[in-house]
């Protein structure tokens, strides 16, 4: 998340996870991904997210939609978190990643 996010886009984010892989549903059924960006918050359930595995862990992968990200304010940075709950109930979460929110000429959806 190198880059920042612009408002009223719909950005693809990827979270790559080293040493778990979230990817099978019956071990890992619970998968959030929690977004926060100053007053505004969100979670994005399994069921928006796309995880692949990959070599090193998974790859998680969910879009934003231009309500979510006019949401979010400028000069703020978006926190972007990983939590998960296996099927034996042990829970674990991602360390917080950030990005920054860019801002665009004209507001509002397109």
């Known amino acids: 998340m190198g880059q ?3 408002r009223g886009t719909t950005p ?3 979270l ?3 040493g778990v892989d979230l990817s099978d549903a019956s071990v890992w059924p619970t998968v959030i991904v929690t977004v926060e960006n100053g007053r505004s918050a969100f979670d994005l359930d399994r069921d928006k997210l796309s995880i692949a ?3 090193a862990g998974c790859a998680v ?3 934003l ?3 979510q990200t006019l949401l979010m304010r400028r000069l703020q940075k978006t926190l972007v978190q990983l ?3 296996d099927a034996d109930g042990n829970a674990i ?3 917080m990643a950030s990005v920054d929110v860019e801002e665009v000429i004209k507001d509002g959806e397109i």
Do not use: E, V
């Open 93 to 95: 979460a991602s360390p």
């Open 61 to 63: 992968t969910f879009s």
């Open 12 to 14: 693809s984010i990827t």
């Open 65 to 67: 939609t231009q309500a």
């Open 83 to 85: 939590r998960a709950k």
């Open 4 to 6: 920042g996010i612009y």
């Open 53 to 55: 595995k990959t070599d």
């Open 16 to 18: 790559n996870l080293t």
